[in-house]
Protein backbone atom coordinates (compact mmCIF):
# COMPACT_ATOMS: atom_id res chain seq x y z
CA UNK A 1 0.00 0.00 0.00
CA UNK A 2 1.68 3.48 -1.21
CA UNK A 3 2.51 5.87 1.56
CA UNK A 4 0.34 9.01 2.20
CA UNK A 5 2.52 12.15 2.67
CA UNK A 6 1.74 14.66 5.27
CA UNK A 7 0.64 17.10 2.61
CA UNK A 8 -1.67 15.02 0.87
CA UNK A 9 -3.03 14.13 4.17
CA UNK A 10 -3.51 17.73 4.69
CA UNK A 11 -5.10 17.83 1.52
CA UNK A 12 -7.53 15.43 1.77
CA UNK A 13 -8.36 16.89 5.35
CA UNK A 14 -8.89 20.46 4.01
CA UNK A 15 -11.07 18.99 0.86
CA UNK A 16 -13.31 17.13 3.06
CA UNK A 17 -14.03 20.16 5.36
CA UNK A 18 -14.35 22.87 2.82
CA UNK A 19 -16.19 20.42 -0.30
CA UNK A 20 -19.39 22.74 0.62
CA UNK A 21 -17.55 25.63 -0.13
CA UNK A 22 -15.90 24.15 -3.65
CA UNK A 23 -19.39 23.48 -4.78
CA UNK A 24 -20.54 26.86 -4.41
CA UNK A 25 -17.40 27.37 -6.57
CA UNK A 26 -16.00 30.12 -3.87
CA UNK A 27 -13.16 27.67 -3.37
CA UNK A 28 -11.38 27.17 -6.85
CA UNK A 29 -7.99 25.20 -5.64
CA UNK A 30 -6.87 23.52 -2.93
CA UNK A 31 -2.80 22.23 -2.58
CA UNK A 32 -0.54 21.49 0.19
CA UNK A 33 3.08 22.00 0.23
CA UNK A 34 5.65 20.48 2.34
CA UNK A 35 9.19 22.01 2.19
CA UNK A 36 12.21 19.90 3.63
CA UNK A 37 14.45 21.43 6.70
CA UNK A 38 17.54 21.11 8.12
CA UNK A 39 17.49 18.04 9.94
CA UNK A 40 15.32 15.86 7.62
CA UNK A 41 11.95 17.94 9.15
CA UNK A 42 9.35 19.02 6.67
CA UNK A 43 6.96 21.82 7.40
CA UNK A 44 3.25 21.46 5.60
CA UNK A 45 1.21 24.65 3.84
CA UNK A 46 -1.70 24.97 2.72
CA UNK A 47 -2.86 27.08 -0.45
CA UNK A 48 -6.23 27.99 -1.11
CA UNK A 49 -7.58 29.50 -3.73
CA UNK A 50 -10.48 31.68 -3.37
CA UNK A 51 -13.05 33.27 -5.62
CA UNK A 52 -14.12 36.31 -4.83
CA UNK A 53 -14.44 39.89 -5.55
CA UNK A 54 -12.45 41.71 -2.93
CA UNK A 55 -13.29 45.34 -3.66
CA UNK A 56 -16.15 46.36 -1.55
CA UNK A 57 -17.17 49.41 -4.46
CA UNK A 58 -17.24 47.22 -7.03
CA UNK A 59 -20.56 46.69 -8.91
CA UNK A 60 -19.98 43.03 -8.84
CA UNK A 61 -18.88 42.47 -5.26
CA UNK A 62 -20.67 39.64 -4.09
CA UNK A 63 -21.26 40.05 0.03
CA UNK A 64 -22.84 36.60 0.31
CA UNK A 65 -19.47 35.16 -1.06
CA UNK A 66 -17.30 37.23 1.05
CA UNK A 67 -19.36 36.04 4.43
CA UNK A 68 -18.67 32.82 3.53
CA UNK A 69 -14.87 33.52 2.77
CA UNK A 70 -15.01 33.84 6.18
CA UNK A 71 -16.21 31.02 7.28
CA UNK A 72 -13.27 29.26 5.99
CA UNK A 73 -10.67 29.62 8.37
CA UNK A 74 -13.61 28.09 10.66
CA UNK A 75 -14.37 25.18 8.71
CA UNK A 76 -10.33 24.62 8.58
CA UNK A 77 -10.06 24.60 12.91
CA UNK A 78 -6.81 23.72 13.89
CA UNK A 79 -5.17 21.56 11.23
CA UNK A 80 -1.42 21.64 12.09
CA UNK A 81 0.06 24.33 9.62
CA UNK A 82 0.24 27.57 7.85
CA UNK A 83 -2.72 28.55 5.77
CA UNK A 84 -2.07 30.91 3.29
CA UNK A 85 -4.74 32.58 1.44
CA UNK A 86 -4.81 33.41 -2.85
CA UNK A 87 -7.71 35.32 -4.40
CA UNK A 88 -9.31 35.78 -7.81
CA UNK A 89 -11.06 37.82 -9.63
CA UNK A 90 -12.76 35.58 -12.04
CA UNK A 91 -16.76 36.06 -12.12
Do not use: N, W, Y
Request: aromatic share 4%; glycine share 6%.
Amino acid sequence: MPQVSAAQELEVIARTRLASLMEDKLVTRISALSTLRGGGETTERLIVRISVETHKTSPDFDHAAADKAKDIKQALGEIGCDVFFETDRSA
